[in-house]
């Protein structure tokens, strides 16, 4: 069973930056070698969204929500085995609680073009609140 925590929420002006992470950790200490992991984020009365994708191995393939693309950047320590997501340029309608989720049985292929958009991944962290004030 894969174990996920997130950390590094807060509230900030809009136009700032704040960066979430994410550890990932297995009960035996297993670490997989290839697995996609992905931010998702859910704001008040509306549904759970995906806001960017990264697969652990070969070219690590990103994908990223239209709404974050050039202002987020999703990447990946595997010596720390530790998710990141870099926000820039923060807006008031980034504010959400921010989810991590891991799937190690997903594809390369499946974490670049679906993932993002069907949330169907098996594990996923608590959640971690980014406020973003006008």
């Known amino acids: 069973r894969v174990q996920l925590v997130e950390s590094g929420g807060g509230s900030v002006q809009a136009g700032g930056s704040l960066r979430l992470s994410c550890t990932v950790s297995t009960r035996n200490g297993y670490i997989y070698n290839r697995s996609c992991l992905g931010w998702f984020r859910q704001a008040p009365g509306q549904e759970r969204g995906g806001v960017a994708t990264?697969?652990?191995?070969?070219?690590?393939?990103?994908y990223y929500a239209s709404s974050v693309k050039g202002r987020f950047t999703i990447s990946h320590n595997n010596a720390k085995n530790t998710l990141y997501l870099q926000m820039n340029l923060l807006k008031p309608e980034d504010t959400a609680v921010y989810y991590c989720?891991?799937?190690?049985?997903?594809?390369?292929?499946?974490?670049?073009?679906?993932?993002?958009?069907?949330?169907?991944?098996?594990?996923w962290g608590q959640g971690t609140q980014v406020t973003v004030s006008s």
């Open positions: 989720a891991a799937d190690p049985a997903m594809s390369g292929t499946y974490c670049y073009r679906t993932a993002g958009a069907k949330g169907d991944f098996d594990f």
């Open positions: 990264i697969y652990t191995e070969g070219d690590h393939s990103v």
